[in-house]
């Protein structure tokens, strides 16, 4: 799971689906969606099975045809500004990608194709991929020109929406975070149990960089102390991750949960240390 590439040619469609559901923060398995759509490694997926698996997990995913290309640019954006993903079948409909934000006339995409998957297109680029032309059916010399967005919108109350900015897709981005993007589930399901999503009726609540600006020299060093093969900059490098996700679908700690969260954060390191260095005999035969 996680922003992840596809591992062939024809599961883009499900991957596609797997990265916009993720936006709206429910998380499902390309493996799971590729079941429910009926994808098949001949065929793929067209927008029929897609909105079938959208509907498995409440989710109604749209059709809309523009053949104007500032039309379609502009139905986009109103569909992005509704913090609505918005599937694209492109390069003459034969992939799937899916578009998650857009700012300064550029726009953040995710594409399952290769590595890194967060990508920023100019409106340009993104155009020349989008457009499907074909012969007109009442005049074959007449070319029409297609611009299809199907927008993933949720049938049931999200309890947050994530927000990809040009700045958050340029640090996925990078070569040292692609194991992050990878492990985007992990984090935020442990976020989510940690955090509540901000509402207009949030009382005394903080980011999670608050609480890493108030405990997080005791975190970077407790968690080394407890295990000595640890780095204080590897327990940074997964704090900063934390928050970023945090900060991307706007969770919040409430006062009254500042000792839990801070808790339940330290116990999450001290598991990762576990797992990736082992754990000796603690304690001997108490």
């Known amino acids: 799971m996680g922003l992840t590439p596809q591992p062939n040619k024809w599961q883009c469609g499900p991957f596609a689906l797997k990265h916009a559901l993720i936006m709206l923060g429910k998380l499902v398995g390309e493996k799971e969606l590729s079941r429910k759509a009926g994808t098949h490694w001949c065929a793929g997926t067209d927008e029929v ?8 997990y409440n989710c109604t995913l749209k059709v809309i045809r523009h053949t104007n290309p500032l039309h379609a640019k502009r139905e986009l954006l109103r569909q992005l500004k509704r913090r609505h993903p918005v599937l694209l079948c492109v390069d003459t409909w034969s992939h799937w990608i899916t578009v998650v934000g857009a700012e300064k006339g550029r726009f953040v995409t995710i594409d399952s194709h290769d590595a890194p998957v967060i990508c920023v297109d100019t409106w340009k680029a993104l155009k020349k991929r989008w457009v499907y032309r074909e012969k007109n059916g009442h005049d074959p010399s007449v070319t029409d020109t297609l611009y299809d967005l199907h927008p993933l919108i ?13 700045k958050h897709a340029f640090y996925l981005r ?8 990878s492990n985007w589930d992990e984090y935020f399901t442990d976020l989510a149990n940690i ?8 009382e005394k609540v903080f980011p999670l960089g608050e609480l890493l600006r ?10 080394p102390y407890w295990h000595g093969k640890v ?56």
Not at 49 to 56: E, G, I, S
Not at 154 to 165: G, I, L, N, V, Y
């Open 49 to 56: 099975k897609l909105a079938r698996a959208a509907r498995a």
């Open 154 to 166: 949720p049938r049931f109350r999200t309890r947050t929406k994530a927000h990809f900015s040009l």
């Open 174 to 181: 990078r070569p040292e975070n692609r194991a992050f993007a």
């Open 195 to 202: 955090c509540r999503p901000r509402t207009p009726r949030s």
């Open 214 to 223: 108030r405990h997080g020299a005791m975190i970077r060093a407790q968690v």
């Open 231 to 286: 780095h204080a900059r590897q327990v940074n490098k997964i704090l900063r991750n934390m928050q970023f996700v945090a900060d991307t679908y706007d969770f919040v700690v409430h006062e009254e949960d500042e000792k839990r969260a801070l808790v339940a954060i330290t116990a999450l390191l001290a598991f990762w240390a576990a797992s990736k260095y082992g754990v000796g005999e603690v304690y001997g035969n108490a």
